[in-house]
């Protein structure tokens, strides 16, 4: 079964950046759309970036410019490079798995606290 491992997450300081990684197995990795969501207490999982089978990418206007999302197929991992880092970027940030047939997978979501 698809399995979604998130590590990278913890605390920096406003200003600073983290990188994530979401190891993938039990998928043809190459051929999934992969993306990053994140969410707090009390609101809906919120949509962060995106990284198709083709390597184009798209963002939330909230991290343009910041967050860069990236894959590695040889390694069936999926990155996001978080910069300039703010505390309303606080949240759980989970991986998805996207297949060619509208199937979507979740990791178990890892903790990034932006605070001073």
């Known amino acids: 079964q698809v399995q979604l491992v998130e590590s990278g997450g913890g605390l920096v300081q406003p200003g600073g950046s983290l990188r994530l990684s979401c190891a993938a197995s039990?998928?043809?990795?190459?051929?999934?759309?992969m993306g990053w969501y994140r969410q707090t207490p009390g609101h809906e999982r919120e949509w962060v970036a995106v990284i198709y089978r083709g390597g184009g990418t798209d963002y939330a206007d909230s991290v343009q410019g910041r967050f860069t999302i990236s894959r590695d197929n040889a390694k069936n991992t999926v990155y996001l490079q978080m910069n300039s880092l703010k505390p309303e970027d606080t949240a759980v940030y989970y991986c998805?798995?996207?297949?060619?047939?509208?199937?979507?997978?979740w990791g178990q979501g890892t903790q990034v606290t932006v605070s001073s």
């Open positions: 039990g998928i043809n990795f190459s051929r999934y759309t």
């Open positions: 998805s798995s996207t297949s060619s047939m509208g199937s979507k997978d």
